[in-house]
């Protein structure tokens, strides 16, 4: 067997929850550890690499995408927003967030970026979900804690905080958001 | 005590941080140390070979490699197997795997070399240039295959059984030959696993400017890994720290230990110098974790008319993969914990454990009682469909009354004490489950549904489960002289919110306010003494040491501030962190009661000031009185004579088509009585999660080997986990809270229960669906999909008249 040749490096500019993170990677690096290993941004998790669970969940130009299935090399030029980008700009908790608190929608947390992202973009597109449709809306995200039960019902929760809040409270959380 | 909190569905504060992506799971440690290196395992492509030959001349040429392990790099205790962790007088046969295969390999990924590079990336690259020459070996795979023994895993392993264990109360077989009525059933559940969202990951930093090593791990079990990681690496105790960070669940697979890499990173982090990382990715948990549940069990039972157990004999066969580095837990738990809430007036239990050339097997999530449950719930049903009786008359002829308890059942549990309930009210339990789900309701509503061509059927399982084993936790809880609470307890958290229950035991234990408590969880810097979180132990165990640290610490408050305050210590009281005297204004803040308690010979800041041995105490005693010591702190340990015994009882009604044999739920019901809750809204959240992992155990998650031992399912592609689509679409619950007297909070485990009578609740309800039209079917193995369903009821075919074939098509035609 020969030596493998180097890994040509590529210099990637990412936007990710409004701020620029410089990072040189190998084509094949996959977006969610350039997120957590490049840019230090350790909220996403990663529990499959396959798709499959959706902990990884960012939201690109405002869509919930799997940051496992994505290369860095291809998110140049999108804008890119990760748990951490999800609060408030004054420091408190979304809508979202603060629902899953609420409503008890997380145990060990290790998914919960994933729904948060989700959740949040899903409500954008259907501020007022009946149950079912929030359950739909969570319906391709693995969780082993929970059930399940209360993540329904942070998601109905959120609708609520969201409707109740000034309407700047639920916006602007991914710079993105063209389909609000 | 004031119980303001005790008892309350307090918000978790683990929750702020979790929420804003700040969590820190041992893969976010070190990521901004450009010195971290990272670990990747080669893993075993065949479930039975000999190592001839390993070559990893290639891997050094890749750049980024640093270090390249096989056994033959291996010294000292590392070259030795991993240690057996539980042994038993029975367990004649145990084998543990070395860190590193030596000669053998026995099952798919079990971990042969062990690569660092600069990136996981690179790490990969390598691994995949080693080259193994194997010989092959035939594999032993299953259960059926283990007892007929053609082959065997180890060749010093006499057919394959590597322990064999029976216990008997009474004169089982004498009592069933003498029974009116007899019944023989054989019972069998597949393999299924924890897997929770975060797999196993491990990180070491080996400083030598101190010659300290610090172990982040995780795990259920941070005492667990540093004795392991001292005694591996040969460290003195004192020169390890082991530190358990957040963890993304682990629902049992991560109290074995130690994993191969939790010795291989500490060894490479001290060896290079530099600090090492290891995650597991998901198909490495998939096959170099821990999977559990495969048993067969053949039961045999006699019982009288009203279906009173006069005798039952259980014996069964139990499936712990390659090797036994966790002893004979699951099984002994099988073998005991399928009493429930029964009194069988003679019982024999007979086990053999046995190898297979698969994943070893540990604790998941009820170990070993779901299958218990799911042999003695469906002895239960099947008498009574033989004696014609109702389902829930039979469980209440066989109940433990309540004017029972104690109650021996005359056998050793799985801590090596006596099998003793503590507390229990099963009648009061059943009535509760009955008026939930609708019992007695539910012959109407299978008729409605029948009228319009649907089938439902509903079952319901009791079960009891030993909780908060011994053989200790400990406590330490400090008050800062800011008043501000810092407590230690040494077993680990996995998103049980530890941090929040624990903090309402201290607030009302002390009299302060909840936000200044802060808990510290698994960090033997902070609490060496501990045992782990498992067995639903971890309220029980630690939340009672908690208490009684708390408890000495406000004693000591109490007596300094009643010196301080002049006043008697019986006059005191403590609320909101400032001790007050009774109907007086006199009071004085716990902070300053801490600055009281250190004479100090510095003053560095106000505080301080007035803690100088100028300022406090008596000049003509020692400053520190002989039997005291400075500082405002507490610390005790909680040990119990033996475990205390919750109980529930879960009901589901389901739907099964005609057609198609899926299998939808309704209702789902749940009575849980685990004592005293400390917090309402934590406890139903780990009901919810049980029930969905039950509901994924009984009807979607198997694992699907094949004849050579290859895992086909090893993804969450293929493994069916339930998403929110699969659990039902809401679960009932009502509790029961009958306290346990072995602990001063009356409190019992919460944590696995939910999971426990699944298995056995749908087969039950299932069953009952389908009887109408197929008498004969009977659900004996789990889990169960559509398509078997489907082909038992080709293999039961026969149609009673009461549905005729064509009048269900018609109704169907008008849905």
Known sequence: MTSPAPEELHDVRLRVNGSVHEVRVPARRLLSDALRHDCGLTGTHVGCEHGVCGACTILVDGRPVRSCLMLAVSAVDAEITT???????????????????????????????????????????????????????????????????????????????????????????????EDR | MTTKLFGSRVPRVEDQRFLRGQGRYVDDLLHDDPRLLHAAVLRSPHAHARVVDIDVADVLDVEGVVAVWTWDDLTGPMAEPLPLLIPHPTLTHGRTQYALAKDEVNYVGEAIAFVVATDRYVAEDAVSRIRVDYEQLPPVVGIAAAREAARAVHDDVPDNVGARMVQETGDARAAIAAAPHTLTLDLDVERSACTPME??????????DTSRLTVWSSTQTSTGVRGCVAAKLGLDLAKVDVVTPDVGGGFGVKINHPWPEELLVPLAAMTLGRPVKFTEDRREHFISSAHERAQQHHVEVGFDDDGRLLGLSVEFWHDHGAYTPYGLIVPIITSTQLL???????????????????????????????????????????????????????????????DEFPYEHGLVFQDGRELTY???????????????????????????????????GIGLACYVEGTGVGPYEGAHVHIETSGRVKVATGLTTQGQGHQTAFAQIVADTLGVRFEDVEITTGDTRKMPYAVGTFASRAAVMSGSAIHLAALRAKEKALRIAAEALEADESDLEIADGVVSVRGTDASIDLGTVAVLSNPLRYAFDEAS?????????????????????????????????????????????????????????????????????????????????????????????????????????????????????EVPTSIDIDHLETPSPLNPLGIKGAGEAGVIPSAAVFAAAIEDAERPHHPDLAITAMPISPSELFELRLAHAAEPAAEPAAEHAAQKETR
Request: with cysteine.
């Open chain 2, 609 to 725: 000031k007035a803690a100088t041995q100028f300022s406090v105490g008596d000049p003509g005693k020692p400053p520190v009185a002989e039997d005291d010591e400075p500082g405002l702190e507490g610390k005790d340990f909680y040990s119990p004579a033996r475990s205390t015994f919750a109980n529930g009882m879960h009901a589901v009604i389901v739907e099964t088509d005609p057609d198609t044999a899926e299998i939808s739920i309704l209702k789902y019901a749940v009575v849980h009585d685990c004592g005293h809750l400390i917090n309402p809204m934590i406890v139903e959240g780990q009901i919810h999660g049980g029930v969905a992992q039950g509901v994924g155990g009984a009807l979607y998650e198997r694992m699907a080997y094949d004849e050579s031992g290859q895992l086909l399912n090893a993804s969450f592609m293929d493994f069916l986990m339930p998403y929110v689509t």
């Open chain 1, 83 to 177: 748990v951490e980008g999800l609060t408030e700009p004054d420091g408190s908790l979304s809508p979202v967030q603060q629902a899953f608190s609420d409503c008890h929608g997380l145990q060990c947390g290790f998914c919960t970026p994933g729904f948060l992202t989700t959740i949040t973009a899903g409500l954008r597109e259907n501020p007022d979900p009946s149950e079912d449709e929030a359950r739909e809306m969570i319906a391709g995200n693995l969780c082993r804690c929970t059930g399940y039960q209360n993540i329904v019902r942070s998601v109905l929760r959120a609708a609520e905080i969201g409707a109740e809040g000034p309407a700047s409270r639920s916006t602007d959380v991914d710079g993105g958001g």
């Open chain 2, 199 to 208: 797999g196993r990951g491990t990180v070491a930093r080996w400083d030598p």
């Open chain 2, 340 to 402: 429930g809430p029964y009194k069988p007036q003679n019982y024999r239990v007979a086990f053999e454990s046995l190898y297979t050339n698969t994943v070893i097997v540990t604790p998941y999530r009820g170990a070993g009682r779901p299958q218990g449950c799911f042999v003695m719930e469906r002895t239960m049903d099947a008498i009574a469909a033989y004696l014609g009786t109702d389902r829930t008359e039979v469980r209440s002829a066989n109940f433990i009354q309540p």
């Open chain 2, 422 to 456: 503590d507390s229990g009210d099963y009648p009061a339990s059943l009535a509760k489950l009955k008026e939930l789900v609708g019992w007695d309701e539910f012959e109407d509503f299978r008729a409605e549904m029948a009228a319009e061509g649907r089938r439902v």
